[in-house]
């Protein structure tokens, strides 16, 4: 086991615990901060694969932007354990029901699509998520897709303005 | 076994020259605090601290023992592991971006190439821009876990201060960028260094302002303190934060405001670099050092910047916050933006 296996497992661990502590947890500002390591640990795996523009991103807007609005509505609703509205245990039965076919549904869909038998990811030395290569790719291979999706972006900006104004 | 296979010498050197930075900062930042006490006295016609030692110069030292020695109070109604980790992160936060700052050029030491910086990653922007997105979360996290209603709003007026900042400063951040084409610190420095280039203050004048401006706004410096405005918030977000852990709180903004003066002298006033000196005619060890003496130079003018303003401006209100931040920084660094990117075409003749 070399260096990088055994940063892999501790982030992968590190991952999944901290992403069961974000449902288990009572306080839903622990929970924030439990997706917030989720984040970081993820962070951690692209930097292995040497995505550091992908890493790097996904703390800032993740970590820096959308979990700080998630924890200023919790904050500002003072959501805390005795608020929490009890669920009945048919509808907590149903929700692992759906969950779990989700994610089964997710899984074969991985499987199916990408042949990942025999194919080993590329450790520190392949270099497409490196932010000059991305950004060649982005913006001569996929600049359509790009493009439609930045203009996604900008009406998703100028529909939140214009609820906002909306008093 | 593999994991042996590792240069432990490398491994070594950074972790000393970690260990150097952040117990320097450390220092600095002891001695920024002492020096703030003397600007404001100079700046209000009054000695200042002048009993403690020659000057007053061990007051630094009197303070911080104060604050040890006082009795460390964890509120009863307060949530006790996050009062502890608010402060912890403040400081994590601000002492991060040390690991990006490209401190020197290089020293040899028995034939060894020693680079004075930590990392030097080819994100190094992107970098700083992530952590100081993360800074918000000390500030936040103290102020709720305190449960108090002002603390709390201290912590909420942080946070959006920060956050509506940040935009800015990211896009003014983009047109140094696209004049250096690296994302790499070190490399703009050296870009900037070259015979015939100019410091990037001389190519970005307007995004140089906005960045200072929002700089000022990420360490909650005065005229933008509002998360600390004591007479609407009693002190702010640490306000039931008593010993080291207000301590910390206090120390990381000068920690904040070391950094982000010298992350300021390395994007628009060449890092390390001496003006009308050409580094490559003196040896190595040399220009290393005296780069550092230039950079260290450099932060501390901006230090003393930091407070001239702090000493001599008025806080703003809450809504001309607001209104500078989204309806003049943001289109003003879009502008910026737009303004560099089509001189830089015009100059390449496309």
Redesign the interface.
């Known amino acids: 086991?070399?260096?990088l296996d055994?940063l892999f497992y501790f982030l992968s661990a590190l991952a999944i615990f901290s992403a069961i502590m974000v449902l288990v947890s009572k306080?839903p500002?622990?929970s924030v901060?439990w997706l917030?390591t989720v984040f970081f640990a993820i962070s951690g795996h692209y930097v292995l694969l040497n995505a550091?523009?992908l890493a790097?991103?996904n703390?800032?807007v993740y970590?820096?932007?959308i979990m700080?609005l998630f924890?200023?509505v919790i904050?500002?609703m003072n959501l805390n354990a005795e608020a929490e509205p009890r669920k009945n245990l048919w509808l907590k039965l149903f929700g692992i029901l759906s969950g779990g076919s989700f994610l089964m549904v997710l899984v074969s869909l991985v499987r199916q699509t990408a042949e990942l038998t025999g194919k080993t990811a590329q450790l520190k030395d392949g270099n497409i998520g490196?932010?000059k290569n991305l950004g060649k790719a982005l913006f001569s291979d996929f600049v359509v897709p790009f493009e439609i999706s930045s203009v996604l972006f900008l009406s998703a900006m100028v529909g939140a303005v214009v609820i906002g104004k909306k008093d | 076994m593999?994991?042996l296979?590792?240069d432990w010498l490398l491994f070594a050197e950074k972790l000393i020259l970690i260990a150097i930075i952040v117990f320097a900062s450390l220092g600095i930042a002891l001695y920024t605090t002492f020096a703030e006490r003397k600007v404001a006295a100079v700046l209000q016609d009054r000695p200042g601290p002048n009993r403690a030692g020659p000057l007053g110069l061990f007051q630094p030292f009197a303070d911080g023992l104060k604050l040890i020695m006082k009795e460390e109070i964890i509120p009863n109604s307060s949530?006790k592991i996050?009062f502890i980790l608010g402060p912890g992160l403040a400081m994590t936060a601000a002492l991060m971006t040390c690991a990006v700052i490209p401190w020197s050029s290089r020293v040899e030491f028995f034939g060894r190439s020693i680079e004075l910086q930590i990392a030097d990653?080819?994100?190094g922007i992107?970098?700083i821009?992530?952590v100081?997105?993360?800074g918000?979360?000390g500030i936040?996290?103290g102020g709720?876990a305190s449960n108090n209603k002002f603390s709390?709003m201290a912590?909420?007026r942080g946070?959006?201060q920060a956050?509506s900042y940040?935009l800015a400063l990211g896009l003014s951040l983009i047109a140094v960028l696209m004049l250096s084409g690296s994302?790499s610190l070190k490399s703009i420095v050296e870009e900037q260094m070259q015979p015939g280039n100019y410091w990037n203050i001389v190519y970005q004048p307007l995004g140089f302002l906005i960045y200072f401006i929002c700089t000022l706004a990420e360490c909650n410096r005065t005229p933008f303190d509002l998360p600390e405005a004591e007479n609407e918030l009693n002190f702010g977000y640490h306000q039931e934060y008593s010993s080291m852990k207000l301590g910390f709180y206090l120390f990381s903004e000068y920690i904040n405001m070391i950094m982000s003066s010298a992350v300021m002298a390395c994007l628009f006033f060449g890092g390390y670099d001496i003006p009308f000196l050409d580094e490559s005619s003196l040896s190595t060890n040399l220009a290393a050092g005296l780069g550092f003496l230039a950079l260290f130079a450099k932060i501390i003018f901006f230090i003393f910047l930091f407070m001239w303003i702090r000493w001599t401006i008025p806080r703003f209100r809450y809504d001309q916050l607001m209104n500078l931040g989204w309806k003049n920084m943001i289109p003003l660094a879009l502008f910026n933006m737009l303004l560099t990117g089509a001189l830089i075409l015009w100059k390449a003749g496309v």
């Open positions: 086991m070399n260096l055994s306080n500002v622990h901060l917030i550091q523009f790097i991103v703390l800032i970590a820096g932007a700080v924890l200023f904050m500002l490196l932010i | 593999s994991l296979a590792f949530n996050l990653i080819n994100i992107l970098y821009f992530g100081v997105s993360l918000v979360y936040m996290i709720w709390l912590a909420l946070a959006s956050i940040e994302l």
